[in-house]
């Protein structure tokens, strides 16, 4: 069974990088999904950030897309998410998430393996 | 930007049925996917393509997506159903969630 789980600074300064880590187990990074990440604010609702297919294509939400960089690390199993400049805005629960994949000529898009999620403040 | 509404809050007493809305712009030629998100949790996947239900949900969620409007339905709605609840398409290269529902079950 796929497990994701978060790891990563609680903490981050302002004007400073979030970055963090995703650990995939009981399955390969190299399968036919895209990896994403994606956001909670504090009672708020869910952002995608942003995905990325082992092959090394990304695709990012356009309002996030001069700060974020996602990477997937084969080798180790592992996505990453780095983002930049952050603000107290950027304050969430950061998850990863196994999200779509194509078939023949079809594509599915959903999310559905999550990670428990990592809490991240900014703030000096 | 494609964006997709959801009623803040809906109540329902246990036993009864619960429909929760998402209306977006053409929502019907899209696939909208639904997820389950309870307190201190990670979503859970619950709907997908419409009305596909995932392995190990219980029959009494249904969804259905036509027009501008897309729905999740929980028939005989019980106490562990109370939860927020999202709707989900892709478009243009982008997941987009819906604004989210909280389900309160009275």
């Known amino acids: 069974q796929l497990q994701m789980q978060e790891s990563g600074p609680g903490l981050v300064r302002p004007s400073g990088t979030l970055s963090l880590t995703c650990a995939v187990s009981g399955g390969s990074i190299s399968t036919n999904n895209w990896w994403s990440w994606v956001r909670q604010p504090p009672g708020k609702g869910l952002e995608w950030i942003g995905e990325?297919?082992?092959?090394?294509?990304?695709n990012y939400n356009s309002s996030l897309k001069s700060r974020v960089t996602i990477s997937v690390d084969k080798f180790k199993n592992q996505l990453s998410l780095e983002l930049k400049s952050v603000t107290a805005a950027d304050t969430a629960v950061y998850y990863c998430?196994?999200?779509?994949?194509?078939?023949?000529?079809?594509?599915?898009?959903?999310?559905?393996?999550w990670g428990k999620g990592s809490t991240v403040t900014v703030s000096s | 930007s494609y964006e997709l509404t959801q009623p803040p809050s809906v109540s329902v007493s246990p036993g009864q049925t619960a429909t929760i809305t998402c209306s977006g712009d053409?929502?019907?030629?899209?696939?909208v996917c639904w997820y389950q998100q309870k307190p201190g949790q990670s979503p859970v996947l619950v709907i997908n393509?419409?009305?596909e239900r995932r392995s190990g949900i219980p029959e009494r969620f249904s969804g259905s997506n036509s027009g501008n409007t897309a729905s999740l339905t929980i028939s005989g709605t019980q106490a562990m159903d109370e939860a927020d609840y999202y709707c989900?398409?892709?478009?243009?290269?982008?997941?987009?969630f819906g604004t989210g529902t909280k389900l309160t079950v009275l």
């Open positions: 990325m297919y082992h092959s090394g294509t990304t």
């Open positions: 393509e419409d009305s």
């Open positions: 989900q398409v892709w478009d243009t290269g982008a997941y987009i």
């Open positions: 998430a196994r999200g779509g994949y194509c078939s023949g000529s079809s594509c599915f898009y959903y999310m559905d393996v």
């Open positions: 053409k929502l019907g030629d899209k696939y």
